[in-house]
């Protein structure tokens, strides 16, 4: 599950339920749920299967691609795709607001 190209961060913007920059968004929405918005897909994952949030760089392929991992017992839930310039600030993001 694929998402995110972060060429430009200057339209980031970080609110209680929504983390998104460029025409990339992550939120959390009331009924539960990590919803995910992008360029590549759309991922919606229900957050009380999520146990933490992991990063991985990819570095198999010419160009390193960096992914955030959502992790619940033990398998990938799912992954998307962020520029290596965000990768901590999403992450950091998701585990408190996931409360992990």
């Not at 299967?49 to 990938?76: F, P, R, S, W």
């Amino acid at each position: 599950m694929g998402l995110f190209k972060s060429k430009e961060t200057k339209t980031k913007v970080i609110s209680e339920n929504e983390f998104s920059w460029s025409e990339n968004k992550v939120s959390i929405t009331e009924d539960g749920y990590l919803l995910s918005e992008g360029v590549m897909n759309i991922n919606r994952i229900p957050i009380r299967h999520i146990e933490t949030v992991t990063y991985h760089i990819n570095m198999t392929k010419d160009v390193a691609a960096t992914e955030i991992q959502l992790v619940g017992k033990g398998v990938v839930l799912g992954v998307l795709k962020v520029g290596n310039e965000l990768k901590d600030e999403l992450q950091d993001w998701l585990l408190a607001k996931l409360k992990l």
